[in-house]
């Protein structure tokens, strides 16, 4: 086995689109989006988003127009958007369709249902919201979501992506 300093698939830095560099330098939460019910759920790990304050509040974020979460977010039009955790990194990776899940991605962690969709059942702030628009920008959909219903706790230990990685929680403390 050969120790390599960095990924061993990694294209040459000439050859790395500069547009996905940049957008991995921003950095941001990781959330995961849900949507469906029991035999038809759908979820994806996002964390292109943004809040938009106002009466009432909105959600927006990037959504891969051929992920099964937007063909379930347009079939149900609602969502559960959920703040992960340091600890749900796995579960991250799972729901980015990174690493295998055995018996399907919701098996791996324990789950509620609500009007929105399911809720990770260790989360601690989550939102539901109601499908407003979904546009073609680029390469994904600018998905804008009303919400309905916030349930607000505390995140001490905050998931956050940044250039490929998750950070540690001591790396995202201010």
Not at 13 to 35: I, K
Not at 59 to 83: C, F, K, N, S
């Amino acid at each position: 086995m050969t120790i390599h300093k960095e990924h061993p698939f990694l294209e040459p830095e000439a050859n790395r689109d500069p547009v996905r560099r940049l957008r991995g330098r921003l950095g941001g939460p990781v959330t995961l989006w849900t949507s469906g019910e029991d035999g038809s759920r759908a979820g994806l790990t996002v964390s292109s988003i943004m809040v938009a304050a106002g009466e009432p509040g909105r959600l927006i974020g990037l959504i891969d127009p051929h992920a099964d979460l937007m063909d379930r977010l347009e079939e149900t039009g609602r969502a559960v958007i959920q703040l992960l955790h340091y600890p749900h990194h796995n579960l991250a990776d799972v729901f980015a369709g990174q690493v295998p899940a055995p018996g399907g991605m919701f098996a791996q962690a324990s789950w509620s249902e609500s009007e929105w969709g399911p809720v990770l059942d260790s989360v601690t702030s989550w939102a539901g919201v109601r499908l407003e628009s979904a546009t073609e920008v680029g390469w994904s959909n600018l998905v804008t979501t009303v919400i309905e219903h916030a349930v607000i706790g505390e995140e001490d230990d905050p998931l956050v992506h940044r250039r490929g990685r998750y950070l540690a929680p001591s790396r995202t403390r201010t």
